[in-house]
């Protein structure tokens, strides 16, 4: 199985996944990191670990559907079977979706259903210190055409503690996606595997 992982910022969930199968524990091959902004924290992660590394932007492509196709010529030259978006801040469109059905693996920094879309720790704290909630947590699913949205993988609750702020929650999210992730991602790949 090679793998491709998209991101667009600073890239601690694709250096997690990176260090997982560079230790042989996630099976199969880490073949691409593609970023939508060249000069993102990222893109220096993947030269240090040693991993293909490619950007381009929308704009230098001339709009949504040229980046798309682009994209998915880039995506077959690698010989991509599965994508896992780790913090890659774009809508997936159809271009690719029809090309990767259940192919495409998203990380949610909540529990999905609840808190779809951008600021889910933030959402789910004011929610908390509103007493609407009690915990927020990670999701890792399949992609659809609607955003967050999809067959659902793995979970894992994070309890908000009372002495939390934003950012010792946001932290301990983010601790939790960094192991939910890679476990998530293997049982897929293996799963694959054993089909073929």
Known sequence: ????????????????????????????????????HPDAPVMKRAERLGVPH????????????????????LLKQYKVDIIALAGYLRVVGPTILNEYPDSILNLHPALLPSYPGLN???????????????????????IDAHLDHGPIIAQKAVPIKADDTEASLESRVHDTEHVLFPAALKKVILERMNKQ
């Open 120 to 142: 889910s720790i933030q959402r789910a704290f004011d929610d908390y210190k509103k007493g609407k909630i009690k915990e927020t947590g990670v999701t890792v699913h399949f």
């Open 54 to 73: 490619e950007s381009f932007t929308v704009k230098e492509c001339g709009g949504k559907e040229k980046y798309e196709q682009r994209l998915l010529k």
């Open 1 to 36: 199985m090679r793998v491709a992982i998209l991101a667009s910022g600073n890239g601690t969930n694709f250096e997690a996944l990176t260090k997982h199968f560079q230790s042989g524990d996630i099976p199969g091959d880490e073949v691409l990191l593609f970023c939508n």
